[in-house]
């Protein structure tokens, strides 16, 4: 795997990812804001508009992190509905579930500390499922698309949200110089840490490009895809399901 500055095999990336989660996770909501401008907000309700989700459905926001699209999917699937928050993460988890209990988001929310890459839930369990800038960090992200379709019921829907390709060369040379130069500044000086950063910045490069990512899904067995781009194509929203 080429990480753009450093050659990794598959178990250093895993390893690494980790270690990067880890570090970044008790600043993590406060740096998301910082980044994107808040922006990423815009984002997270476009996919909540996107979900089709309704009271009784059982949602998986997967790399759900700290749980800002679980918060809303469990006030909308109600008493009747489930919620999982899965990540590989267990600092992320933490995070996340201390702030869901503190606001009162409790019953039918549930956590769960899991691989994309190996779901352990049933097949055919979920109405939805969600993935919102996790994708990227996958190692196998082939085997860990073809594990979301097992577990999606039959009519179920697939969300991916993630950093794409910017659609003109413009805003593409503005949107590197800011994520290659700016990025891992502000993680050194608001959260100590810019290597954590500066992944995260590569880590974007190297993810694959709108039409990639919609074979790869395609590929697994997802049906009608399609992708809508936000913010120039910084950003892409991902669709398909299972039939
Ligand atoms: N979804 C949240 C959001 O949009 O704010 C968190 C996104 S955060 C950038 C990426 C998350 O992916 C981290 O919490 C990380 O632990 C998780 N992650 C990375 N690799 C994973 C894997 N193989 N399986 C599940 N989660 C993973």
New binding site residues.
């Given amino acids: 795997i080429d990480f753009g500055y450093k050659q990794v095999d598959k178990n250093e990336k895993?390893n690494f990812?980790?270690d990067?989660?880890h570090s970044?996770?008790a600043k993590?909501?406060v740096m998301?804001d910082l980044m994107s401008f808040g922006i990423?907000r815009l984002w997270?309700r476009y996919t909540i508009d996107c979900s089709g989700v309704k009271p009784g459905h059982r949602v998986l926001?997967?790399?759900?992190?700290?749980?800002?699209?679980a918060a809303k999917f469990s006030r909308i699937v109600g008493k009747q509905g489930q919620v999982i928050l899965?990540?590989?993460?267990h600092?992320?988890?933490t995070v996340?579930k201390e702030k869901l209990i503190n606001k009162g988001i409790v019953g039918n929310l549930h956590y769960v500390q899991?691989?994309?890459?190996a779901l352990p839930f049933p097949d055919n369990h979920f109405d939805l499922i969600?993935?919102?800038?996790?994708l990227?960090?996958?190692?196998d992200k082939s085997k860990?698309l073809a594990s979301m379709y097992r577990v999606l019921k039959p009519g179920g829907r697939l969300l991916v949200?993630e950093f794409s390709k910017p659609t003109s060369e413009t805003l593409s040379k503005v949107y590197d110089a800011y994520s290659f130069h700016v990025l891992p500044k502000m993680g050194e000086w608001v959260a100590q840490d810019g290597d954590s950063y500066q992944y995260?910045a590569e880590s974007i490069r190297m993810h694959p490009p709108q039409e990639e990512l919609e074979d790869m899904m395609k590929q697994v067995g997802f049906e009608q895809t399609s992708y809508t781009n936000m913010t120039g194509g910084i950003v892409a929203l991902h669709r398909g399901f299972k039939f």
């Fill in positions: 895993v990812v980790a990067v989660f970044v996770a993590y909501d998301n990423h997270k926001d997967l790399a759900g992190g700290t749980g800002d699209l899965a990540d590989i993460n600092s992320m988890l996340g899991a691989n994309a890459e969600t993935i919102a800038f996790g990227r960090n996958v190692t860990a949200l995260l």
